[in-house]
């Protein structure tokens, strides 16, 4: 059986202005936005050396992650929704 993917997961959401300084300009669908935030955390090493499954805000992320210096990859999810319309 096949599982087709959920269309609400690839509906196109507007970014808060925050979010787009660091995955760029929207609309774009959630998983989109979950790729490129792993993309930017990577890229600037922001992982937790101690704890993977945490991530260090800079200050692009800050704001994004409600001005927290370090979340759970699960607060991560829930903290971006709020910035996705």
Do not use: C
Not at 12 to 22: C, G, Q, R
Not at 45 to 71: C, M, S, T, Y
């Amino acid at each position: 059986m096949v599982r087709k993917a959920n269309p609400a997961l690839l509906q196109p959401l507007n970014l808060s202005s925050d979010l787009e300084a660091v995955v760029g300009k929207g609309p774009m669908p959630r998983s989109e936005v979950v790729k490129k935030i792993w993309e930017y955390i990577k890229k600037h090493d922001l992982q937790n050396p101690q704890n993977k499954r945490n991530i260090l805000a800079d200050d692009k992320l800050k704001p994004v992650f409600g001005g927290k210096k370090e979340v759970t990859m699960f607060e991560m999810t829930k903290l971006v929704s709020a910035h996705l319309k």
